[in-house]
């Protein structure tokens, strides 16, 4: 069982460009989410899903858009990158959504916008 | 202002020392209270997870302490080891709401 993997690991993006970061799990989880991690400002939710067809909006979803169209797959789009986003960019997903659910995170996705 | 404060923000520590990083929070109704452990490039990694009934909670060498009056918890690491530097994230969930509150974190360096 491989939990949540991301891809890619890292990449260098050029401003204005399109990039989907991918996020699956096999865990058969409901609750899916994407957060990114800045030094000095811990972790922050972008969006998160919870159950397949659903989305909603996190602490930060500006420039972010999501799709959950079957349970294992979240992928996180930024239509058209800015510098600002350069981060790290964590999806977890835990198997409800309520508040005692604890959230697994995957290994995360270092990008970085000239 | 963060819901959730961590203290200190960094330290190092000797290998076979012990220590304790403090977490305050503001989150109410308060649900649960978890400690994540962070190694360099990696996701987060629950350690223990405390609701509002339970004061004390052991993995290991890592035990979690929680008062709810005072809306303070602690992470006590005992005997140290290099495998224990990382961030050690505290985060706070309300009851009736999905959203969970994070620290910045506290960022250990065990040197030998």
């Known amino acids: 069982i491989a939990g949540i993997t991301q891809a890619p690991t890292s990449q260098i993006l050029a401003a204005g460009r399109r990039m989907t970061l991918r996020c699956t799990q096999d865990?058969?989880?409901?609750?899916m989410y994407w957060y990114r991690q800045d030094l000095g400002l811990g972790l922050r939710l972008i969006h998160y899903s919870n159950t397949a067809g659903t989305t909603g909006k996190g602490e930060v979803p500006d420039g972010y858009s999501v799709s959950r169209a079957n349970t294992d797959d979240f992928p996180l789009t930024l239509a058209s990158a800015v510098p600002s986003q350069t981060s790290v960019y964590f999806c977890a997903s835990s198997d409800n959504s309520g508040s005692a659910d604890t959230q697994y995170f995957g290994p995360g996705t270092r990008l970085t916008v000239l | 202002k963060n819901q959730v404060e961590q203290s200190p923000q960094s330290l190092i520590i000797l290998e076979g020392k012990n220590c304790t990083l403090q977490c305050n929070y503001t989150v109410s109704p308060f649900s649960n209270l978890r400690w994540y452990k962070q190694d360099t490039g990696r996701g987060p990694v629950s350690l223990t997870i405390?609701?509002?009934?339970?004061n004390t909670k052991s993995n290991g060498r890592y035990t979690a302490t929680l008062d709810a009056d005072t809306k303070q918890s602690s992470l006590h690491i005992t005997a140290s080891q290099l495998s224990d530097s990382a961030s050690y994230i505290c985060v706070v969930s309300a009851r009736g709401n999905n959203r969970l509150a994070f620290g910045k974190g506290n960022q250990v360096v065990v040197i030998p």
């Open positions: 405390m609701t509002f009934s339970e």
């Open positions: 865990m058969r989880h409901n609750a």
